[in-house]
């Protein structure tokens, strides 16, 4: 799993790792997904502060179904999530993706304001 847990300024985050990830590589985040719902799942309702990295990402729309699936999931488990890389037509998805699933992600250009954010 690529995705593992971070401390930044005493709290704990959960850095979601999907950067750098080609659209002909859907099985690597499907892999991914599911790794992160067993663990976000685990921990306690609206405890969990996520730090998702998608720089250097490519996404089809099936990957959106798949993240939309997982987000359903696991939001009842996460009470803040940030988001890196989230631009161009990602930017579209992350906006569709906030309104299928009631989730609201807080989008970041740099790491540093998003775990800043995150542990405010």
Known sequence: ?????????????FYQDFSGIDIDRSEVVLKELDEVQ??????????????????ETSM????FRAMTDSSNKTKAHVRKTAVLGVTGIKRMLANNLMSLTRQELKLFDEEED??????Q
Request: hydrophobic share 45%.
């Open 114 to 119: 998003a775990k800043n954010w995150l542990a």
């Open 60 to 63: 089809g729309r099936d990957m």
């Open 1 to 13: 799993m690529r995705s593992k847990w971070i401390e930044h300024k005493g709290k704990q985050i």
């Open 38 to 55: 067993e663990v976000v799942s685990q921990r306690p309702l609206n405890s969990v502060l996520v730090l998702a990295d998608f720089r």
